[in-house]
Protein backbone atom coordinates (compact mmCIF):
# COMPACT_ATOMS: atom_id res chain seq x y z
CA UNK A 1 0.00 0.00 0.00
CA UNK A 2 1.48 3.42 -0.83
CA UNK A 3 1.93 5.61 1.71
CA UNK A 4 -0.54 8.23 1.14
CA UNK A 5 -2.95 5.50 0.77
CA UNK A 6 -1.53 4.62 3.90
CA UNK A 7 -1.64 8.08 5.16
CA UNK A 8 -5.49 8.37 3.87
CA UNK A 9 -6.58 4.99 5.62
CA UNK A 10 -4.77 6.21 9.02
CA UNK A 11 -6.75 9.64 9.17
CA UNK A 12 -10.31 8.29 7.71
CA UNK A 13 -13.80 8.90 10.05
CA UNK A 14 -13.86 5.45 10.71
CA UNK A 15 -10.17 4.66 11.42
CA UNK A 16 -10.20 7.66 13.80
CA UNK A 17 -13.62 6.58 15.70
CA UNK A 18 -12.28 3.02 15.92
CA UNK A 19 -9.25 4.06 17.90
CA UNK A 20 -11.58 6.28 20.11
CA UNK A 21 -13.96 3.31 20.82
CA UNK A 22 -10.44 1.14 21.84
CA UNK A 23 -9.40 3.51 24.11
CA UNK A 24 -9.18 1.37 28.06
CA UNK A 25 -11.92 4.38 29.52
CA UNK A 26 -14.09 4.18 26.87
CA UNK A 27 -14.64 0.21 26.91
CA UNK A 28 -14.51 0.75 30.75
CA UNK A 29 -17.50 3.01 30.30
CA UNK A 30 -19.16 0.64 28.12
CA UNK A 31 -18.16 -2.12 30.61
CA UNK A 32 -19.80 -0.35 33.88
CA UNK A 33 -23.29 0.44 31.86
CA UNK A 34 -23.45 -3.10 30.57
CA UNK A 35 -22.66 -4.50 33.91
CA UNK A 36 -25.53 -2.04 35.54
CA UNK A 37 -28.00 -3.17 32.84
CA UNK A 38 -27.63 -6.81 33.29
CA UNK A 39 -29.19 -6.70 36.64
CA UNK A 40 -31.81 -4.37 35.46
CA UNK A 41 -32.80 -6.71 31.97
CA UNK A 42 -33.53 -9.79 30.98
CA UNK A 43 -32.20 -8.70 27.57
CA UNK A 44 -28.45 -8.16 29.37
CA UNK A 45 -28.71 -11.01 31.40
CA UNK A 46 -25.41 -12.85 30.00
CA UNK A 47 -23.97 -9.43 29.29
CA UNK A 48 -21.83 -8.23 31.72
CA UNK A 49 -19.37 -6.61 30.29
CA UNK A 50 -18.22 -5.17 26.65
CA UNK A 51 -16.47 -8.09 25.56
CA UNK A 52 -19.56 -10.44 26.45
CA UNK A 53 -21.22 -8.70 23.82
CA UNK A 54 -18.69 -8.96 21.37
CA UNK A 55 -19.24 -12.52 22.03
CA UNK A 56 -22.96 -12.38 21.75
CA UNK A 57 -22.70 -10.88 18.19
CA UNK A 58 -20.26 -12.65 17.24
CA UNK A 59 -22.69 -16.03 17.12
CA UNK A 60 -25.64 -16.72 14.18
CA UNK A 61 -28.11 -16.15 16.98
CA UNK A 62 -30.23 -13.51 14.86
CA UNK A 63 -33.10 -13.15 17.16
CA UNK A 64 -30.53 -12.87 20.21
CA UNK A 65 -28.93 -10.09 17.96
CA UNK A 66 -32.20 -8.43 17.27
CA UNK A 67 -33.11 -8.65 21.31
CA UNK A 68 -29.88 -6.70 22.47
CA UNK A 69 -29.54 -4.82 19.97
CA UNK A 70 -32.97 -3.34 20.62
CA UNK A 71 -32.60 -3.33 24.19
CA UNK A 72 -29.46 -1.04 23.49
CA UNK A 73 -31.44 1.62 20.99
CA UNK A 74 -34.22 1.60 23.43
CA UNK A 75 -31.99 3.06 25.84
CA UNK A 76 -30.15 5.11 23.54
CA UNK A 77 -33.55 7.05 22.92
CA UNK A 78 -33.81 7.70 26.42
CA UNK A 79 -32.49 11.01 28.06
CA UNK A 80 -29.18 10.38 28.78
CA UNK A 81 -28.64 7.93 26.36
CA UNK A 82 -25.37 8.58 24.46
CA UNK A 83 -23.43 5.88 26.43
CA UNK A 84 -26.00 2.87 24.66
CA UNK A 85 -26.14 5.03 21.51
CA UNK A 86 -22.02 5.18 21.84
CA UNK A 87 -22.39 1.08 22.09
CA UNK A 88 -24.91 0.52 19.17
CA UNK A 89 -22.10 2.59 16.77
CA UNK A 90 -19.56 0.66 18.35
CA UNK A 91 -20.98 -2.83 17.40
CA UNK A 92 -22.35 -1.39 13.72
CA UNK A 93 -18.72 0.34 12.31
CA UNK A 94 -17.82 -3.25 10.87
CA UNK A 95 -20.87 -2.35 8.50
CA UNK A 96 -19.59 1.02 7.38
CA UNK A 97 -17.27 0.29 5.43
CA UNK A 98 -19.81 -1.53 2.97
CA UNK A 99 -22.16 1.15 3.55
CA UNK A 100 -19.42 3.75 2.18
CA UNK A 101 -18.78 1.64 -0.70
CA UNK A 102 -22.21 1.18 -2.08
CA UNK A 103 -23.06 4.99 -1.78
CA UNK A 104 -19.78 5.94 -3.86
CA UNK A 105 -21.62 3.62 -6.52
CA UNK A 106 -24.89 5.15 -6.32
CA UNK A 107 -23.47 8.44 -6.66
CA UNK A 108 -21.76 7.91 -9.86
CA UNK A 109 -24.24 5.45 -11.31
CA UNK A 110 -26.73 8.70 -10.48
CA UNK A 111 -24.02 11.19 -12.05
CA UNK A 112 -23.98 8.26 -14.79
CA UNK A 113 -20.29 7.99 -14.58
CA UNK A 114 -20.55 4.57 -14.27
CA UNK A 115 -19.59 1.58 -16.81
CA UNK A 116 -17.50 -1.61 -16.73
CA UNK A 117 -15.14 -0.20 -19.16
CA UNK A 118 -15.31 3.44 -17.49
CA UNK A 119 -14.02 2.08 -13.89
CA UNK A 120 -16.24 1.00 -10.80
CA UNK A 121 -15.61 4.27 -9.35
CA UNK A 122 -16.70 6.47 -12.57
CA UNK A 123 -16.15 9.47 -13.47
CA UNK A 124 -12.44 11.35 -12.55
CA UNK A 125 -12.59 11.82 -8.69
CA UNK A 126 -10.42 9.53 -6.43
CA UNK A 127 -12.19 7.28 -4.55
CA UNK A 128 -10.56 8.08 -1.36
CA UNK A 129 -11.72 11.94 -2.08
CA UNK A 130 -15.42 10.65 -2.16
CA UNK A 131 -14.84 7.43 0.24
CA UNK A 132 -13.73 10.16 3.02
CA UNK A 133 -16.45 12.65 2.74
CA UNK A 134 -18.88 9.94 2.81
CA UNK A 135 -17.52 8.14 5.18
CA UNK A 136 -18.29 10.90 7.68
CA UNK A 137 -22.06 11.33 6.70
CA UNK A 138 -22.65 7.49 7.05
CA UNK A 139 -21.35 7.52 10.72
CA UNK A 140 -22.76 10.90 10.94
CA UNK A 141 -26.70 9.06 10.18
CA UNK A 142 -25.19 6.04 12.11
CA UNK A 143 -25.63 8.13 15.41
CA UNK A 144 -28.70 9.65 14.45
CA UNK A 145 -30.23 6.35 13.47
CA UNK A 146 -29.13 4.93 17.16
CA UNK A 147 -30.81 7.64 19.04
CA UNK A 148 -34.22 7.59 16.73
CA UNK A 149 -34.75 4.20 15.44
CA UNK A 150 -37.89 2.97 15.64
CA UNK A 151 -38.42 0.74 18.36
CA UNK A 152 -41.26 -1.07 16.51
CA UNK A 153 -39.44 -2.17 13.95
CA UNK A 154 -37.91 -5.53 16.17
CA UNK A 155 -36.75 -7.76 14.06
CA UNK A 156 -33.57 -7.37 11.77
CA UNK A 157 -32.60 -4.27 13.72
CA UNK A 158 -28.62 -4.57 12.29
CA UNK A 159 -29.92 -4.72 8.87
CA UNK A 160 -32.39 -1.88 9.08
CA UNK A 161 -29.93 0.32 10.72
CA UNK A 162 -27.99 -0.38 7.62
CA UNK A 163 -30.41 0.36 5.33
CA UNK A 164 -31.78 3.42 6.61
CA UNK A 165 -28.27 4.44 7.96
CA UNK A 166 -27.20 3.91 3.81
CA UNK A 167 -30.51 5.78 3.13
CA UNK A 168 -29.60 9.15 4.64
CA UNK A 169 -25.99 9.13 3.61
CA UNK A 170 -27.26 8.90 0.03
CA UNK A 171 -29.92 11.46 0.30
CA UNK A 172 -27.23 13.58 1.42
CA UNK A 173 -24.81 13.20 -2.02
CA UNK A 174 -28.15 13.98 -3.86
CA UNK A 175 -29.56 10.23 -4.60
CA UNK A 176 -32.89 9.85 -4.40
CA UNK A 177 -33.08 6.51 -2.64
CA UNK A 178 -36.64 5.73 -5.06
CA UNK A 179 -33.74 5.32 -7.83
CA UNK A 180 -34.19 2.09 -9.84
CA UNK A 181 -30.39 2.31 -10.01
CA UNK A 182 -29.79 3.26 -6.76
CA UNK A 183 -32.54 1.52 -4.56
CA UNK A 184 -31.63 0.23 -1.51
CA UNK A 185 -34.06 -2.91 -1.19
CA UNK A 186 -35.65 -4.28 2.10
CA UNK A 187 -33.39 -6.74 3.55
CA UNK A 188 -35.79 -7.86 6.15
CA UNK A 189 -36.25 -11.21 4.41
CA UNK A 190 -32.33 -12.17 4.01
CA UNK A 191 -32.25 -15.54 5.55
CA UNK A 192 -28.82 -15.48 4.95
CA UNK A 193 -26.16 -13.20 7.07
CA UNK A 194 -23.01 -13.66 8.87
CA UNK A 195 -22.86 -12.42 13.07
CA UNK A 196 -22.04 -8.58 13.24
CA UNK A 197 -18.96 -9.44 14.91
CA UNK A 198 -17.05 -11.98 11.87
CA UNK A 199 -17.58 -9.17 8.83
CA UNK A 200 -14.73 -10.10 6.96
CA UNK A 201 -11.49 -8.03 7.21
CA UNK A 202 -11.10 -7.22 3.33
CA UNK A 203 -13.85 -4.46 3.80
CA UNK A 204 -11.42 -2.51 6.23
CA UNK A 205 -9.65 -1.41 2.86
CA UNK A 206 -12.74 -0.10 1.10
CA UNK A 207 -11.04 2.95 -0.51
CA UNK A 208 -8.08 0.22 -1.39
CA UNK A 209 -10.55 -2.13 -3.01
CA UNK A 210 -12.57 0.81 -5.11
CA UNK A 211 -9.33 1.43 -6.61
CA UNK A 212 -8.07 -2.01 -7.42
CA UNK A 213 -11.38 -3.16 -8.98
CA UNK A 214 -11.26 0.11 -11.07
CA UNK A 215 -7.91 -0.61 -11.97
CA UNK A 216 -8.05 -4.43 -12.50
CA UNK A 217 -10.69 -3.45 -14.93
CA UNK A 218 -9.13 -1.38 -16.90
CA UNK A 219 -6.10 -3.31 -17.43
CA UNK A 220 -8.41 -6.18 -18.23
CA UNK A 221 -6.48 -8.18 -15.44
CA UNK A 222 -10.56 -8.92 -14.48
CA UNK A 223 -13.26 -10.23 -16.53
CA UNK A 224 -16.61 -8.69 -17.16
CA UNK A 225 -18.14 -11.54 -14.80
CA UNK A 226 -15.77 -11.60 -11.95
CA UNK A 227 -15.68 -7.52 -11.85
CA UNK A 228 -19.40 -7.66 -12.05
CA UNK A 229 -19.92 -10.29 -9.57
CA UNK A 230 -17.28 -8.58 -6.81
CA UNK A 231 -18.96 -4.98 -7.55
CA UNK A 232 -22.58 -7.04 -6.67
CA UNK A 233 -21.26 -8.54 -3.94
CA UNK A 234 -19.54 -5.49 -2.39
CA UNK A 235 -21.31 -2.06 -3.58
CA UNK A 236 -24.27 -3.65 -5.33
CA UNK A 237 -27.68 -4.24 -4.15
CA UNK A 238 -28.97 -6.39 -2.15
CA UNK A 239 -27.09 -6.74 1.35
CA UNK A 240 -27.29 -8.92 4.01
CA UNK A 241 -27.08 -8.23 7.40
CA UNK A 242 -23.37 -7.54 7.74
CA UNK A 243 -23.03 -5.18 4.76
CA UNK A 244 -22.14 -7.35 1.40
CA UNK A 245 -24.33 -9.29 -0.58
CA UNK A 246 -24.65 -13.30 -0.16
CA UNK A 247 -23.67 -15.55 -2.76
CA UNK A 248 -27.45 -16.20 -2.75
CA UNK A 249 -28.27 -12.58 -3.30
CA UNK A 250 -25.80 -12.18 -5.85
CA UNK A 251 -26.93 -15.32 -7.64
CA UNK A 252 -30.68 -13.94 -7.49
CA UNK A 253 -29.76 -10.77 -9.11
CA UNK A 254 -27.31 -12.51 -12.19
CA UNK A 255 -29.79 -15.67 -12.34
CA UNK A 256 -27.11 -18.19 -11.50
CA UNK A 257 -27.07 -20.84 -8.39
CA UNK A 258 -25.51 -20.32 -5.23
CA UNK A 259 -22.99 -22.74 -6.17
CA UNK A 260 -22.43 -21.35 -9.24
CA UNK A 261 -21.57 -17.69 -7.92
CA UNK A 262 -19.46 -19.67 -5.14
CA UNK A 263 -17.10 -20.89 -7.60
CA UNK A 264 -17.14 -17.82 -9.86
CA UNK A 265 -16.27 -15.77 -6.50
CA UNK A 266 -13.38 -17.57 -5.90
CA UNK A 267 -12.30 -17.32 -8.89
CA UNK A 268 -12.79 -14.00 -9.29
CA UNK A 269 -10.42 -13.21 -5.44
CA UNK A 270 -8.47 -15.28 -7.43
CA UNK A 271 -8.02 -12.85 -9.95
CA UNK A 272 -8.11 -10.25 -8.02
CA UNK A 273 -5.63 -11.02 -5.70
CA UNK A 274 -3.29 -11.89 -8.64
CA UNK A 275 -3.75 -8.09 -10.06
CA UNK A 276 -3.54 -6.90 -6.60
CA UNK A 277 0.23 -7.82 -6.50
CA UNK A 278 0.89 -5.38 -9.17
CA UNK A 279 -1.56 -2.85 -8.64
CA UNK A 280 0.46 0.45 -8.03
CA UNK A 281 -1.31 1.03 -4.74
CA UNK A 282 0.40 -1.42 -3.66
CA UNK A 283 -0.75 -4.78 -2.29
CA UNK A 284 -4.40 -5.25 -0.11
CA UNK A 285 -4.55 -7.59 3.24
CA UNK A 286 -7.20 -9.17 2.25
CA UNK A 287 -6.61 -10.51 -1.01
CA UNK A 288 -5.94 -14.20 -0.93
Not at 88 to 111: C, Q, S
Not at 195 to 204: G, K
Not at 229 to 245: K, Q
Amino acid sequence: MSSSSSRSTANSPLTMLQKQFEQDRVIATFDEALSSWSSASPAFADITCHQDLVAVLATRDYPRHDEVLRALLTRAAEPGGAVAAEIVVNAMLPAVPGIVGRVVHAVRVAAGGVGVRRGVTGGGVSAAEDSRDIQASVIGHLWEQSRCYPLRRRNHVAANLVRETQRAAQRDFGVDHGQAAADVVSMDDDEVHRPLAAVPPEMDASEELLGLLSWAVSEERLDEHSATILTTRYFGEPVGRDGVATDRQIGTVLRLSQPTITRHRQRALEQLTAAAAEFPGGDLPWAG
